[in-house]
């Protein structure tokens, strides 16, 4: 290896917004099958323990009265990367880290669907999360 020789690359995305509150991160295991999920995804817990982002569908009841509904759960975090979580529902749950409290930029966090940040927001200030307006610089 050669002592200056460049090996990765740094390209600041503006999902953490500030550092007057302390960052803190905790691991959870997602259900598999989500498909490949942002850095800066909401991330839910649900009932059974396992990660789901925030906003994500589910289809209940059998084929004559099916129902899709919006898992419920308690926020758990923010994703600190991507990951991909495949097309199997049924694989192991895959394990990954979320920011639980800090400073985030409103509009690099994501969620499923046509649900809105907005709607979580009060849940995630009581955990210490807190979502700043953030003016982009290019």
Sequence with gaps: MKMYEQ?????PDSLIAGNEFPIMKEGIGLKAGQGILKRGS?????????GYIAGQTQTTGNAE??????IAGSVFGILTDDIDTG????????PVVCYQTGEF?????????????ENYEDDMKRMGIYLRGVQKCE
């Design 65 to 70: 009265s099916e129902q899709t509904e919006t």
């Design 105 to 117: 930029n409103r509009e690099a966090v994501f969620v499923s669907g046509e649900a809105a940040v």
């Design 87 to 94: 097309t199997d529902a049924s694989a192991d749950n895959i």
């Design 7 to 11: 090996i990765g690359e740094f390209k």
């Design 42 to 50: 909401l991330i839910i817990k649900d009932a059974d323990k396992t």
